[in-house]
């Protein structure tokens, strides 16, 4: 008999993930990496899908943080709007096919780049009045 030894939790709202900080120092690392390459960088197939992997559940974890965020500020705050309009973005870029190619490994490390860019717009903008 095969038991188990890990435990599934049943986080619908993010509240885990929302006290745990991103480790973005080394995502940022590996974005300007993949945006350095040329197309004479060869690396197999799988690595670029390795690669690609790791960029896309990075962006989906910076993106539930401008989610979050935008979701403090007011209904009608023109940050809150921007930042519904990038997250719809994202969501399609993110249901596009993962290719093993140097061009879709940079696609996703610019959209890593650029929802951490909104993130800290967000962090920027004035805290909403509390009332």
Do not use: F
């Amino acid at each position: 008999m095969h038991t188990s030894s890990h435990t599934a939790l049943y986080d619908p709202d993010g509240l885990i993930q929302a006290e745990l900080p991103l480790a973005r120092e080394p995502h940022e690392s590996l974005v300007k990496a993949v945006l350095a390459w040329t197309d004479e960088d060869t690396l197999v197939v799988r690595d670029y899908e390795q690669i690609g992997l790791q960029l896309t559940g990075h962006a989906r974890a910076v993106a539930s943080d401008v989610r979050r965020r935008a979701n403090q500020l007011p209904k009608n705050s023109g940050h809150r709007a921007l930042a519904d309009v990038v997250l719809r973005e994202t969501e399609g870029r993110l249901s596009a096919t993962l290719e093993g190619t140097v061009h879709c490994a940079q696609n996703r490390a610019r959209l890593v780049r650029a929802r951490y860019e909104r993130l800290d717009r967000l962090e920027a903008a004035p805290a909403p009045e509390s009332s």
